[in-house]
Protein backbone atom coordinates (compact mmCIF):
# COMPACT_ATOMS: atom_id res chain seq x y z
CA UNK A 1 0.00 0.00 0.00
CA UNK A 2 1.24 3.29 -1.14
CA UNK A 3 0.22 6.72 -0.47
CA UNK A 4 0.34 8.99 -3.16
CA UNK A 5 -1.83 12.14 -2.69
CA UNK A 6 -2.99 13.34 0.43
CA UNK A 7 -6.79 15.60 -0.47
CA UNK A 8 -10.30 16.41 1.17
CA UNK A 9 -13.20 14.35 0.92
CA UNK A 10 -16.34 14.77 2.91
CA UNK A 11 -18.02 12.01 5.11
CA UNK A 12 -20.98 10.06 3.21
CA UNK A 13 -22.97 10.35 6.31
CA UNK A 14 -22.67 13.54 7.63
CA UNK A 15 -21.26 15.68 5.08
CA UNK A 16 -18.76 17.03 7.32
CA UNK A 17 -15.19 17.68 5.03
CA UNK A 18 -12.37 15.25 6.36
CA UNK A 19 -9.17 14.57 5.57
CA UNK A 20 -8.38 11.98 2.73
CA UNK A 21 -5.86 9.82 1.33
CA UNK A 22 -5.24 8.65 -2.88
CA UNK A 23 -3.33 5.08 -2.73
CA UNK A 24 -2.19 2.63 -4.78
CA UNK A 25 -2.89 -0.96 -3.56
CA UNK A 26 -2.65 -4.39 -5.77
CA UNK A 27 -2.70 -1.98 -9.13
CA UNK A 28 -5.19 -0.34 -8.43
CA UNK A 29 -5.96 3.57 -6.69
CA UNK A 30 -8.34 3.83 -3.83
CA UNK A 31 -9.64 6.87 -1.43
CA UNK A 32 -9.65 6.20 2.16
CA UNK A 33 -11.35 8.53 4.58
CA UNK A 34 -12.32 8.09 8.35
CA UNK A 35 -15.01 10.10 10.12
CA UNK A 36 -14.68 10.93 13.46
CA UNK A 37 -18.18 10.10 13.82
CA UNK A 38 -19.32 7.38 10.94
CA UNK A 39 -15.64 5.92 10.59
CA UNK A 40 -13.61 4.56 8.07
CA UNK A 41 -14.62 4.62 4.19
CA UNK A 42 -12.86 3.48 1.36
CA UNK A 43 -13.77 3.33 -2.44
CA UNK A 44 -12.42 2.93 -6.05
CA UNK A 45 -11.31 5.55 -7.59
CA UNK A 46 -9.36 4.17 -10.69
CA UNK A 47 -8.48 0.97 -11.71
CA UNK A 48 -5.03 1.14 -12.89
CA UNK A 49 -2.09 2.99 -11.04
CA UNK A 50 0.12 2.94 -14.15
CA UNK A 51 -2.33 4.56 -16.34
CA UNK A 52 -2.91 7.11 -13.17
CA UNK A 53 0.33 8.01 -12.89
CA UNK A 54 1.26 8.65 -16.38
CA UNK A 55 -1.78 10.76 -17.06
CA UNK A 56 -1.42 12.45 -13.70
CA UNK A 57 2.00 14.38 -15.37
CA UNK A 58 -0.61 16.29 -17.48
CA UNK A 59 -2.80 17.55 -14.23
CA UNK A 60 -2.07 21.41 -14.12
CA UNK A 61 -3.88 24.62 -12.72
CA UNK A 62 -6.23 26.82 -14.97
CA UNK A 63 -6.65 30.66 -15.13
CA UNK A 64 -9.35 30.13 -12.66
CA UNK A 65 -12.35 32.72 -12.60
CA UNK A 66 -11.46 36.48 -11.62
CA UNK A 67 -14.69 37.71 -11.33
CA UNK A 68 -16.35 35.15 -9.16
CA UNK A 69 -20.05 35.53 -8.37
CA UNK A 70 -19.31 34.93 -5.01
CA UNK A 71 -15.83 36.93 -4.33
CA UNK A 72 -17.41 37.14 -0.63
CA UNK A 73 -17.49 33.85 0.20
CA UNK A 74 -13.81 32.48 1.90
CA UNK A 75 -13.71 28.93 -0.28
CA UNK A 76 -12.47 27.16 2.70
CA UNK A 77 -15.28 24.79 3.36
CA UNK A 78 -15.22 23.43 -0.36
CA UNK A 79 -17.52 22.21 -1.34
CA UNK A 80 -19.76 23.93 0.81
CA UNK A 81 -18.58 27.35 -0.30
CA UNK A 82 -19.84 27.45 -3.54
CA UNK A 83 -21.03 29.35 -6.25
CA UNK A 84 -18.66 30.32 -7.83
CA UNK A 85 -16.01 31.40 -4.80
CA UNK A 86 -12.47 32.86 -5.34
CA UNK A 87 -10.02 29.83 -5.27
CA UNK A 88 -11.86 27.05 -8.02
CA UNK A 89 -8.76 26.73 -10.65
CA UNK A 90 -10.43 26.31 -13.89
CA UNK A 91 -12.97 28.61 -15.78
CA UNK A 92 -16.32 26.67 -16.95
CA UNK A 93 -15.34 25.16 -20.37
CA UNK A 94 -18.89 23.82 -20.69
CA UNK A 95 -21.99 25.36 -18.60
CA UNK A 96 -25.12 22.80 -17.81
CA UNK A 97 -28.80 25.39 -17.70
CA UNK A 98 -31.66 23.19 -16.53
CA UNK A 99 -34.49 24.99 -18.62
CA UNK A 100 -37.24 23.08 -16.61
CA UNK A 101 -37.84 20.33 -14.16
CA UNK A 102 -40.30 19.05 -16.17
CA UNK A 103 -39.98 15.36 -18.17
CA UNK A 104 -41.67 13.53 -20.53
CA UNK A 105 -40.36 10.16 -18.98
CA UNK A 106 -40.88 9.35 -15.35
CA UNK A 107 -37.43 6.93 -15.35
CA UNK A 108 -37.61 5.37 -11.96
CA UNK A 109 -33.31 6.02 -10.89
CA UNK A 110 -33.74 9.76 -11.92
CA UNK A 111 -34.46 12.30 -8.53
CA UNK A 112 -34.61 15.32 -11.34
CA UNK A 113 -37.50 15.86 -12.86
CA UNK A 114 -40.98 17.14 -11.16
CA UNK A 115 -43.43 14.41 -9.69
CA UNK A 116 -46.92 15.33 -10.08
CA UNK A 117 -48.21 17.53 -7.65
CA UNK A 118 -44.11 18.87 -7.20
CA UNK A 119 -43.48 22.36 -8.08
CA UNK A 120 -42.50 23.42 -11.50
CA UNK A 121 -39.22 25.11 -12.22
CA UNK A 122 -39.11 27.12 -15.41
CA UNK A 123 -36.98 29.77 -15.23
CA UNK A 124 -38.43 32.97 -17.45
CA UNK A 125 -36.71 34.05 -21.02
CA UNK A 126 -35.54 37.20 -18.78
CA UNK A 127 -33.76 34.89 -16.21
CA UNK A 128 -32.23 32.92 -18.63
CA UNK A 129 -31.01 36.00 -20.97
CA UNK A 130 -29.47 37.59 -17.62
CA UNK A 131 -27.75 34.30 -16.56
CA UNK A 132 -26.14 33.74 -20.29
CA UNK A 133 -24.97 37.28 -20.01
CA UNK A 134 -23.67 36.70 -16.82
CA UNK A 135 -21.25 33.80 -18.28
CA UNK A 136 -19.90 36.04 -20.67
CA UNK A 137 -18.86 38.31 -18.58
CA UNK A 138 -16.80 36.29 -16.87
CA UNK A 139 -12.82 37.02 -17.29
CA UNK A 140 -10.45 35.99 -18.58
CA UNK A 141 -12.73 33.61 -20.41
CA UNK A 142 -16.19 33.40 -20.79
CA UNK A 143 -17.57 30.16 -21.44
CA UNK A 144 -18.45 30.20 -25.32
CA UNK A 145 -20.67 26.55 -24.44
CA UNK A 146 -23.89 25.99 -22.79
CA UNK A 147 -25.70 22.85 -22.90
CA UNK A 148 -29.38 23.05 -22.08
CA UNK A 149 -31.02 20.44 -19.77
CA UNK A 150 -33.74 19.51 -17.88
CA UNK A 151 -36.10 17.55 -16.96
CA UNK A 152 -36.74 17.28 -20.77
CA UNK A 153 -35.90 21.28 -22.29
CA UNK A 154 -37.37 19.91 -25.79
CA UNK A 155 -40.85 20.29 -23.36
CA UNK A 156 -40.29 24.02 -23.44
CA UNK A 157 -42.39 25.84 -25.78
CA UNK A 158 -40.07 29.04 -26.52
CA UNK A 159 -36.96 26.65 -26.86
CA UNK A 160 -36.23 27.63 -30.63
CA UNK A 161 -36.50 30.82 -28.81
CA UNK A 162 -33.76 30.71 -26.61
CA UNK A 163 -31.33 29.01 -28.53
CA UNK A 164 -31.65 32.15 -30.98
CA UNK A 165 -30.63 34.33 -28.37
CA UNK A 166 -28.47 31.80 -27.14
CA UNK A 167 -26.65 32.23 -30.33
CA UNK A 168 -26.88 35.99 -30.56
CA UNK A 169 -25.05 36.40 -26.67
CA UNK A 170 -22.10 34.90 -28.52
CA UNK A 171 -22.27 31.75 -27.38
CA UNK A 172 -20.63 29.17 -30.46
CA UNK A 173 -21.37 25.83 -28.94
CA UNK A 174 -24.96 24.54 -28.34
CA UNK A 175 -25.96 21.28 -27.33
CA UNK A 176 -29.03 19.92 -26.16
CA UNK A 177 -29.18 17.09 -23.45
CA UNK A 178 -32.38 15.38 -24.13
CA UNK A 179 -34.03 11.95 -24.21
CA UNK A 180 -34.43 12.80 -28.31
CA UNK A 181 -37.68 11.40 -28.27
CA UNK A 182 -39.13 14.65 -29.46
CA UNK A 183 -37.02 15.05 -31.57
CA UNK A 184 -38.33 12.06 -34.03
CA UNK A 185 -40.21 14.99 -35.75
CA UNK A 186 -37.86 16.01 -38.38
CA UNK A 187 -39.33 19.20 -39.01
CA UNK A 188 -38.76 20.58 -35.18
CA UNK A 189 -35.22 18.98 -35.64
CA UNK A 190 -34.51 21.28 -38.45
CA UNK A 191 -36.24 23.67 -36.09
CA UNK A 192 -33.49 23.58 -33.63
CA UNK A 193 -30.52 23.19 -35.54
CA UNK A 194 -31.55 26.47 -37.55
CA UNK A 195 -31.90 28.48 -34.44
CA UNK A 196 -28.26 27.02 -33.56
CA UNK A 197 -28.29 23.91 -31.75
CA UNK A 198 -24.58 22.32 -32.90
CA UNK A 199 -24.80 18.87 -31.20
CA UNK A 200 -27.47 16.41 -29.32
CA UNK A 201 -26.72 15.07 -26.62
CA UNK A 202 -28.53 12.12 -26.04
CA UNK A 203 -28.75 9.17 -23.79
CA UNK A 204 -27.83 5.84 -25.44
CA UNK A 205 -26.96 3.03 -22.53
CA UNK A 206 -26.66 0.05 -25.11
CA UNK A 207 -27.39 -0.93 -28.42
CA UNK A 208 -29.92 -4.01 -26.86
CA UNK A 209 -33.42 -3.25 -25.99
CA UNK A 210 -33.19 -4.69 -22.62
CA UNK A 211 -30.65 -2.15 -21.31
CA UNK A 212 -31.43 0.39 -23.39
CA UNK A 213 -34.70 0.63 -22.33
CA UNK A 214 -34.99 4.63 -21.97
CA UNK A 215 -35.04 5.13 -25.57
CA UNK A 216 -34.26 2.19 -27.87
CA UNK A 217 -36.96 2.14 -29.83
CA UNK A 218 -36.90 5.77 -30.96
CA UNK A 219 -33.06 5.86 -31.74
CA UNK A 220 -33.76 4.91 -35.06
CA UNK A 221 -36.18 7.67 -35.83
CA UNK A 222 -33.58 10.33 -34.22
CA UNK A 223 -30.90 9.84 -36.63
CA UNK A 224 -33.56 9.90 -39.33
CA UNK A 225 -34.35 13.47 -38.36
CA UNK A 226 -30.64 14.75 -36.90
CA UNK A 227 -29.62 13.42 -40.84
CA UNK A 228 -32.74 15.39 -42.33
CA UNK A 229 -31.29 18.31 -40.14
CA UNK A 230 -28.04 17.72 -40.54
CA UNK A 231 -27.39 17.69 -36.56
CA UNK A 232 -24.78 16.09 -35.04
CA UNK A 233 -25.43 13.78 -32.26
CA UNK A 234 -23.20 12.82 -29.19
CA UNK A 235 -24.16 9.42 -27.64
CA UNK A 236 -23.75 9.39 -23.79
CA UNK A 237 -24.14 6.18 -22.16
CA UNK A 238 -24.29 5.84 -18.14
CA UNK A 239 -21.94 2.92 -17.79
CA UNK A 240 -22.77 0.49 -14.55
CA UNK A 241 -20.71 -2.44 -13.60
CA UNK A 242 -22.38 -5.66 -14.41
CA UNK A 243 -25.48 -4.02 -15.89
CA UNK A 244 -24.32 -2.76 -19.04
CA UNK A 245 -20.06 -2.90 -19.42
CA UNK A 246 -20.32 -5.47 -21.91
CA UNK A 247 -22.16 -3.05 -23.99
CA UNK A 248 -19.20 -0.45 -24.66
CA UNK A 249 -18.01 -2.33 -27.58
CA UNK A 250 -21.57 -2.72 -28.92
CA UNK A 251 -22.36 1.11 -28.56
CA UNK A 252 -18.76 1.85 -30.38
CA UNK A 253 -19.84 -0.22 -33.40
CA UNK A 254 -23.15 1.13 -33.20
CA UNK A 255 -21.62 5.37 -33.50
CA UNK A 256 -19.73 3.93 -36.47
CA UNK A 257 -22.44 2.58 -38.28
CA UNK A 258 -24.14 6.15 -37.92
CA UNK A 259 -20.81 8.15 -38.29
CA UNK A 260 -22.69 9.89 -40.74
CA UNK A 261 -24.40 11.92 -37.81
CA UNK A 262 -22.90 10.45 -34.37
CA UNK A 263 -20.10 12.62 -33.63
CA UNK A 264 -19.21 11.20 -30.45
CA UNK A 265 -19.21 8.91 -27.58
CA UNK A 266 -19.36 10.12 -24.37
CA UNK A 267 -19.35 6.82 -21.67
CA UNK A 268 -20.17 8.42 -17.93
CA UNK A 269 -19.18 5.87 -15.17
CA UNK A 270 -21.86 5.50 -12.71
CA UNK A 271 -21.42 8.41 -9.93
CA UNK A 272 -23.20 6.21 -7.04
CA UNK A 273 -25.58 8.80 -5.51
CA UNK A 274 -27.31 8.40 -2.45
CA UNK A 275 -26.37 6.19 0.71
CA UNK A 276 -25.85 2.70 -0.78
CA UNK A 277 -24.00 -0.35 1.26
CA UNK A 278 -20.51 -1.08 0.49
CA UNK A 279 -21.16 -4.69 -1.58
CA UNK A 280 -23.51 -2.58 -3.97
CA UNK A 281 -20.81 -0.17 -4.35
CA UNK A 282 -18.43 -2.79 -5.41
CA UNK A 283 -20.56 -4.77 -7.35
CA UNK A 284 -21.53 -1.64 -9.59
CA UNK A 285 -18.38 0.58 -9.75
CA UNK A 286 -16.52 1.27 -12.33
CA UNK A 287 -14.21 3.76 -12.91
CA UNK A 288 -12.29 5.38 -16.69
CA UNK A 289 -9.65 2.69 -16.65
CA UNK A 290 -12.17 -0.27 -16.02
CA UNK A 291 -14.31 0.64 -18.76
CA UNK A 292 -11.22 1.68 -21.06
CA UNK A 293 -9.85 -1.94 -20.14
CA UNK A 294 -13.51 -3.94 -21.29
CA UNK A 295 -13.97 -1.84 -24.66
CA UNK A 296 -10.15 -3.24 -25.21
CA UNK A 297 -11.26 -6.79 -24.87
CA UNK A 298 -14.69 -5.77 -26.58
CA UNK A 299 -13.17 -4.68 -29.54
CA UNK A 300 -10.51 -7.40 -29.93
CA UNK A 301 -8.01 -4.76 -29.43
CA UNK A 302 -8.64 -2.58 -31.71
CA UNK A 303 -9.35 0.47 -29.29
CA UNK A 304 -6.54 0.29 -26.45
CA UNK A 305 -6.00 1.66 -23.34
CA UNK A 306 -2.48 3.69 -24.53
CA UNK A 307 -4.94 5.26 -27.23
CA UNK A 308 -6.73 7.39 -24.51
CA UNK A 309 -5.26 10.52 -22.65
CA UNK A 310 -6.52 12.34 -19.71
CA UNK A 311 -8.14 15.72 -20.61
CA UNK A 312 -5.68 18.38 -19.51
CA UNK A 313 -2.98 16.47 -22.14
CA UNK A 314 -4.07 18.68 -24.28
CA UNK A 315 -3.33 21.60 -22.22
CA UNK A 316 -0.26 22.63 -24.51
CA UNK A 317 -2.90 23.19 -27.22
CA UNK A 318 -4.22 26.20 -24.90
CA UNK A 319 -0.59 27.30 -23.76
CA UNK A 320 0.39 27.78 -27.41
CA UNK A 321 -2.83 29.73 -28.83
CA UNK A 322 -2.81 31.70 -25.76
CA UNK A 323 0.80 32.79 -26.14
CA UNK A 324 0.61 32.63 -30.35
CA UNK A 325 -2.68 35.26 -30.11
CA UNK A 326 -1.43 36.57 -26.90
CA UNK A 327 -5.08 36.32 -25.85
CA UNK A 328 -6.67 34.36 -22.98
CA UNK A 329 -8.04 30.96 -24.49
CA UNK A 330 -9.96 28.08 -23.47
CA UNK A 331 -7.65 25.60 -20.73
CA UNK A 332 -8.62 22.53 -20.15
CA UNK A 333 -7.74 22.37 -16.85
CA UNK A 334 -9.61 19.25 -15.53
CA UNK A 335 -8.49 17.28 -12.80
CA UNK A 336 -6.74 14.10 -15.31
CA UNK A 337 -8.99 11.80 -13.13
CA UNK A 338 -11.67 13.16 -14.50
CA UNK A 339 -11.91 12.36 -17.99
CA UNK A 340 -10.05 11.00 -20.51
CA UNK A 341 -10.72 10.83 -24.53
CA UNK A 342 -9.49 9.45 -28.06
CA UNK A 343 -10.22 9.66 -31.59
CA UNK A 344 -11.14 7.01 -34.21
CA UNK A 345 -11.27 6.99 -37.67
CA UNK A 346 -13.07 4.56 -40.21
CA UNK A 347 -10.16 4.05 -43.03
CA UNK A 348 -12.82 2.41 -45.19
CA UNK A 349 -13.72 -0.80 -42.94
CA UNK A 350 -10.59 -0.61 -40.30
CA UNK A 351 -10.97 1.43 -36.76
CA UNK A 352 -7.32 3.33 -36.64
CA UNK A 353 -7.49 5.28 -33.54
CA UNK A 354 -5.49 8.65 -33.54
CA UNK A 355 -2.63 7.45 -32.03
CA UNK A 356 -1.81 4.77 -34.32
CA UNK A 357 -0.72 7.16 -37.11
CA UNK A 358 -0.15 10.51 -34.97
CA UNK A 359 2.94 10.34 -32.32
CA UNK A 360 0.23 12.46 -30.14
CA UNK A 361 3.25 12.97 -27.14
CA UNK A 362 5.34 14.76 -29.17
CA UNK A 363 3.37 16.56 -31.20
CA UNK A 364 2.24 18.02 -27.75
CA UNK A 365 5.68 18.52 -26.72
CA UNK A 366 6.31 20.42 -29.97
CA UNK A 367 3.51 22.64 -29.12
CA UNK A 368 4.85 22.93 -25.50
CA UNK A 369 8.05 23.79 -26.70
CA UNK A 370 6.94 26.33 -28.98
CA UNK A 371 4.84 28.19 -26.64
CA UNK A 372 7.67 28.26 -24.11
CA UNK A 373 9.84 29.46 -26.98
CA UNK A 374 7.04 32.27 -28.53
CA UNK A 375 6.37 33.75 -24.46
CA UNK A 376 7.97 37.20 -24.71
CA UNK A 377 8.47 37.43 -28.27
CA UNK A 378 7.11 40.44 -30.72
CA UNK A 379 3.77 39.37 -32.46
CA UNK A 380 5.72 38.59 -35.56
CA UNK A 381 8.34 36.46 -34.32
CA UNK A 382 5.17 34.68 -32.44
CA UNK A 383 3.88 33.77 -35.80
CA UNK A 384 6.71 32.66 -37.41
CA UNK A 385 7.45 30.32 -34.35
CA UNK A 386 3.99 29.23 -34.86
CA UNK A 387 4.48 28.57 -38.46
CA UNK A 388 7.43 27.08 -38.40
CA UNK A 389 5.79 24.43 -35.82
CA UNK A 390 3.16 24.12 -38.16
CA UNK A 391 5.34 23.05 -41.15
CA UNK A 392 6.89 20.42 -38.18
CA UNK A 393 3.27 18.58 -37.98
CA UNK A 394 4.42 16.56 -40.90
CA UNK A 395 6.89 14.74 -39.05
CA UNK A 396 4.58 13.35 -36.24
CA UNK A 397 2.71 11.60 -39.00
CA UNK A 398 2.95 8.22 -40.19
CA UNK A 399 1.30 9.13 -43.61
CA UNK A 400 1.30 4.89 -44.27
CA UNK A 401 -0.38 4.37 -41.48
CA UNK A 402 -3.05 7.46 -42.12
CA UNK A 403 -6.71 7.03 -42.96
CA UNK A 404 -5.78 7.64 -47.03
CA UNK A 405 -9.12 10.12 -46.99
CA UNK A 406 -7.89 12.50 -44.87
CA UNK A 407 -5.02 15.55 -45.24
CA UNK A 408 -4.34 15.14 -41.56
CA UNK A 409 -0.86 17.65 -42.19
CA UNK A 410 -3.56 20.12 -43.94
CA UNK A 411 -5.89 19.28 -41.00
CA UNK A 412 -3.88 20.19 -37.92
CA UNK A 413 -1.87 22.75 -39.28
CA UNK A 414 -5.25 24.66 -40.17
CA UNK A 415 -6.06 24.14 -36.16
CA UNK A 416 -3.04 25.84 -34.89
CA UNK A 417 -2.91 28.72 -36.93
CA UNK A 418 -6.68 29.57 -37.61
CA UNK A 419 -7.69 28.12 -33.99
CA UNK A 420 -11.38 28.30 -34.85
CA UNK A 421 -14.55 26.57 -34.15
CA UNK A 422 -14.79 25.54 -37.92
CA UNK A 423 -11.12 24.16 -38.31
CA UNK A 424 -11.95 22.30 -35.38
CA UNK A 425 -15.18 21.36 -36.51
CA UNK A 426 -13.35 19.80 -39.43
CA UNK A 427 -11.54 17.52 -37.76
CA UNK A 428 -14.86 15.69 -36.19
CA UNK A 429 -16.49 15.45 -39.68
CA UNK A 430 -14.78 12.18 -40.40
CA UNK A 431 -13.90 10.62 -36.95
CA UNK A 432 -15.74 9.58 -33.67
CA UNK A 433 -14.85 11.61 -30.54
CA UNK A 434 -14.54 8.39 -27.85
CA UNK A 435 -14.70 10.57 -24.19
CA UNK A 436 -14.39 9.32 -20.83
CA UNK A 437 -16.17 11.37 -17.88
CA UNK A 438 -16.21 10.09 -14.63
CA UNK A 439 -18.70 12.40 -12.01
CA UNK A 440 -17.76 11.47 -8.48
CA UNK A 441 -20.53 10.62 -5.85
CA UNK A 442 -19.87 10.76 -2.05
CA UNK A 443 -17.68 7.88 -1.91
CA UNK A 444 -14.89 8.83 -4.13
CA UNK A 445 -15.16 12.98 -3.60
CA UNK A 446 -12.11 14.22 -4.32
CA UNK A 447 -12.00 18.41 -3.43
CA UNK A 448 -8.53 18.24 -5.69
CA UNK A 449 -11.27 17.18 -8.26
CA UNK A 450 -13.92 19.37 -7.86
CA UNK A 451 -11.64 22.40 -7.64
CA UNK A 452 -10.44 21.45 -11.13
CA UNK A 453 -13.73 21.12 -12.43
CA UNK A 454 -15.06 22.67 -15.86
CA UNK A 455 -18.50 21.87 -16.43
CA UNK A 456 -20.79 23.99 -14.63
CA UNK A 457 -24.12 24.95 -13.74
CA UNK A 458 -25.73 27.75 -13.37
CA UNK A 459 -28.76 29.05 -11.53
CA UNK A 460 -31.34 32.05 -11.98
CA UNK A 461 -29.83 33.34 -8.51
CA UNK A 462 -26.61 34.27 -10.10
CA UNK A 463 -24.68 31.17 -9.00
CA UNK A 464 -22.72 28.62 -11.03
CA UNK A 465 -21.75 25.41 -9.39
CA UNK A 466 -19.10 22.72 -10.46
CA UNK A 467 -20.96 19.60 -11.42
CA UNK A 468 -20.05 17.14 -9.03
CA UNK A 469 -21.06 19.67 -6.11
CA UNK A 470 -24.33 20.30 -7.96
CA UNK A 471 -25.30 16.88 -8.33
CA UNK A 472 -23.65 15.75 -5.46
CA UNK A 473 -25.30 18.18 -2.96
CA UNK A 474 -28.30 18.91 -4.86
CA UNK A 475 -29.89 19.91 -0.97
CA UNK A 476 -27.53 22.79 -0.77
CA UNK A 477 -27.51 24.26 -4.14
CA UNK A 478 -30.00 22.70 -6.97
CA UNK A 479 -33.15 22.22 -4.57
CA UNK A 480 -32.89 25.30 -2.76
CA UNK A 481 -32.31 27.35 -5.43
CA UNK A 482 -35.05 25.92 -7.95
CA UNK A 483 -37.42 26.22 -5.22
CA UNK A 484 -37.28 29.69 -4.55
CA UNK A 485 -37.65 30.24 -8.30
CA UNK A 486 -40.57 27.15 -8.46
CA UNK A 487 -44.17 27.60 -9.48
CA UNK A 488 -46.57 25.76 -7.49
CA UNK A 489 -48.17 23.51 -9.74
CA UNK A 490 -51.93 25.74 -8.92
CA UNK A 491 -49.66 29.03 -10.43
CA UNK A 492 -48.20 26.91 -13.04
CA UNK A 493 -52.34 25.80 -14.68
CA UNK A 494 -53.08 29.26 -13.69
CA UNK A 495 -50.03 30.55 -16.15
CA UNK A 496 -50.48 27.65 -18.53
CA UNK A 497 -54.22 27.44 -19.41
CA UNK A 498 -54.93 23.38 -20.26
CA UNK A 499 -51.64 22.70 -19.22
CA UNK A 500 -51.65 18.86 -17.20
CA UNK A 501 -49.39 16.91 -15.88
CA UNK A 502 -50.16 13.62 -17.89
CA UNK A 503 -50.21 15.53 -21.21
CA UNK A 504 -46.65 15.88 -20.73
CA UNK A 505 -45.58 12.65 -20.85
CA UNK A 506 -44.59 10.58 -23.42
CA UNK A 507 -46.50 6.96 -24.42
CA UNK A 508 -44.46 4.26 -26.41
CA UNK A 509 -46.17 2.32 -28.68
CA UNK A 510 -43.21 -0.18 -29.44
CA UNK A 511 -45.10 -2.27 -31.94
CA UNK A 512 -45.59 0.55 -34.28
CA UNK A 513 -41.74 1.46 -33.93
CA UNK A 514 -40.60 -2.06 -34.29
CA UNK A 515 -42.45 -2.18 -37.53
CA UNK A 516 -41.00 0.92 -38.96
CA UNK A 517 -38.35 0.93 -42.10
CA UNK A 518 -36.10 3.30 -40.05
CA UNK A 519 -36.20 0.72 -36.88
CA UNK A 520 -35.47 -2.49 -38.75
CA UNK A 521 -32.58 -0.47 -41.02
CA UNK A 522 -30.94 0.92 -37.74
CA UNK A 523 -30.61 -2.15 -35.45
CA UNK A 524 -30.57 -4.80 -38.52
CA UNK A 525 -27.15 -5.93 -40.33
CA UNK A 526 -24.88 -3.78 -38.28
CA UNK A 527 -21.28 -4.25 -39.74
CA UNK A 528 -19.30 -5.51 -37.38
CA UNK A 529 -16.04 -3.65 -37.23
CA UNK A 530 -14.08 -6.29 -35.02
CA UNK B 1 -39.87 41.57 -2.32
CA UNK B 2 -37.66 39.44 -0.14
CA UNK B 3 -36.01 40.51 2.68
CA UNK B 4 -32.68 38.70 3.53
CA UNK B 5 -30.20 39.19 6.80
CA UNK B 6 -26.92 39.46 6.50
CA UNK B 7 -24.44 38.42 9.31
CA UNK B 8 -20.87 38.69 9.30
CA UNK B 9 -19.70 37.42 12.69
CA UNK B 10 -16.16 36.08 14.60
CA UNK B 11 -16.72 32.58 15.88
CA UNK B 12 -14.26 30.15 18.06
CA UNK B 13 -11.56 28.51 16.38
CA UNK B 14 -12.46 24.84 14.90
CA UNK B 15 -11.01 22.20 13.43
CA UNK B 16 -12.16 22.14 9.72
CA UNK B 17 -13.95 18.76 10.36
CA UNK B 18 -15.78 21.14 12.74
CA UNK B 19 -16.65 23.99 11.17
CA UNK B 20 -17.80 22.17 7.83
CA UNK B 21 -20.10 19.77 9.68
CA UNK B 22 -22.23 22.80 11.19
CA UNK B 23 -22.12 24.79 7.81
CA UNK B 24 -23.37 21.94 5.59
CA UNK B 25 -26.19 21.76 8.65
CA UNK B 26 -27.13 25.36 8.44
CA UNK B 27 -27.04 25.26 4.82
CA UNK B 28 -29.93 22.46 4.83
CA UNK B 29 -32.28 24.96 6.04
CA UNK B 30 -33.69 26.09 2.94
CA UNK B 31 -34.14 29.70 4.71
CA UNK B 32 -30.39 30.21 4.99
CA UNK B 33 -28.66 30.62 1.78
CA UNK B 34 -24.64 31.23 2.60
CA UNK B 35 -23.00 30.01 5.67
CA UNK B 36 -19.43 30.14 5.13
CA UNK B 37 -16.69 29.99 7.85
CA UNK B 38 -13.46 29.28 7.43
CA UNK B 39 -10.77 28.37 10.02
CA UNK B 40 -9.97 31.49 11.10
CA UNK B 41 -13.19 31.61 12.32
CA UNK B 42 -14.55 34.57 10.14
CA UNK B 43 -18.09 33.71 8.94
CA UNK B 44 -20.14 35.02 7.23
CA UNK B 45 -24.40 34.09 6.94
CA UNK B 46 -26.96 35.26 4.89
CA UNK B 47 -30.54 33.70 5.61
CA UNK B 48 -34.46 34.83 5.57
CA UNK B 49 -35.73 36.61 9.26
CA UNK B 50 -37.44 33.49 9.50
CA UNK B 51 -34.13 31.16 10.17
CA UNK B 52 -32.70 33.67 12.49
CA UNK B 53 -33.43 32.33 15.52
CA UNK B 54 -32.12 28.70 14.35
CA UNK B 55 -28.94 30.00 13.10
CA UNK B 56 -28.21 32.19 16.16
CA UNK B 57 -28.59 29.00 18.28
CA UNK B 58 -26.87 27.03 16.20
CA UNK B 59 -23.83 29.22 16.49
CA UNK B 60 -24.58 30.64 20.40
CA UNK B 61 -22.08 28.75 21.95
CA UNK B 62 -18.66 29.36 19.18
CA UNK B 63 -19.98 33.30 18.72
CA UNK B 64 -16.78 35.70 19.87
CA UNK B 65 -18.06 38.58 18.45
CA UNK B 66 -21.19 39.42 15.60
CA UNK B 67 -19.11 42.48 13.69
CA UNK B 68 -22.07 43.15 11.24
CA UNK B 69 -25.57 42.72 11.26
CA UNK B 70 -28.16 44.18 8.36
CA UNK B 71 -31.10 43.59 6.06
CA UNK B 72 -30.82 43.64 2.18
CA UNK B 73 -33.51 43.30 -0.65
CA UNK B 74 -32.59 39.89 -2.25
CA UNK B 75 -33.13 41.25 -5.19
CA UNK B 76 -29.85 43.25 -4.82
CA UNK B 77 -27.92 40.64 -3.34
CA UNK B 78 -28.47 38.63 -6.30
CA UNK B 79 -28.06 41.82 -9.04
CA UNK B 80 -24.51 41.97 -7.78
CA UNK B 81 -23.54 38.62 -8.84
CA UNK B 82 -24.93 39.55 -12.65
CA UNK B 83 -23.16 43.15 -12.06
CA UNK B 84 -19.78 43.76 -13.82
CA UNK B 85 -19.33 45.52 -10.17
CA UNK B 86 -17.72 41.98 -8.91
CA UNK B 87 -15.09 41.90 -11.21
CA UNK B 88 -12.63 44.38 -9.66
CA UNK B 89 -12.97 43.48 -6.07
CA UNK B 90 -12.09 39.86 -6.68
CA UNK B 91 -9.96 41.07 -9.21
CA UNK B 92 -7.54 42.23 -6.29
CA UNK B 93 -8.37 39.15 -4.46
CA UNK B 94 -7.33 36.72 -7.59
CA UNK B 95 -4.05 38.76 -8.21
CA UNK B 96 -3.47 38.22 -4.29
CA UNK B 97 -3.91 34.92 -4.67
CA UNK B 98 -1.88 34.74 -7.50
CA UNK B 99 -4.78 32.97 -9.66
CA UNK B 100 -4.81 34.75 -12.28
CA UNK B 101 -3.40 35.39 -15.77
CA UNK B 102 -5.14 38.51 -16.69
CA UNK B 103 -2.92 40.46 -18.25
CA UNK B 104 -4.11 40.19 -21.44
CA UNK B 105 -7.55 40.19 -20.48
Known sequence: ?530 | MMIVKILRAKLKKLKQEEFSLLQYNLLLNKKIFVASIDEKGEAFFVFLPEAEKELKEKISKIVEKIEDEREENYETLTARRFSPERTKKAKAINERLKLSNCENS
Not at chain 1, 24 to 52: A, S
Not at chain 1, 122 to 150: C, D, H
Not at chain 1, 176 to 197: H, P, R, W
Open chain 1, 1 to 530: MKVIEKTKSVCPICKRVIDAEIFEENGEVKIRKTCPEHGEFVDKYWEDYELYKKMMKYKFDGPGVENPQLPELSGANCPFDCGLCKLHLSHPLLVNMVLTNRCHLSCWYCFFYAKEGQPIYEPSIEQIEKMLKMLRSLKPVAPNAIQYTGGEPTLRKDLVEIIQLTKKLGFTHIQLNTTGINLMDKEYTKKLKDAGVNVLYMSFDGVDKNINTKNHWEVPYILESARYAKLGIVLVPTVINTWNDHELGNIINFGLNNIDIVRAVNFQPVSLVGRMPKEQREKFRITIPGAIKKIEEQTNGAITKEDWYAIPFVGAVSKFVEVLTGKPTYEFSAHPACGMATYVFLDEDKVIPITRFIDVEGLIQLLDSSADEMSGKASWERKLIAAKAALQVGKYIDKQKAPKSINFEKLLANILVKHTYSALGAFHVKTLFLGMMHFMDEYNYDIERVKRCVIHYVQPDGSEVPFCTFNVFPELYRDKVQELYSYKPEEWKKLHPGWDYQKDKYHRDIEKLEKGEAYKKTYSNLKKFW
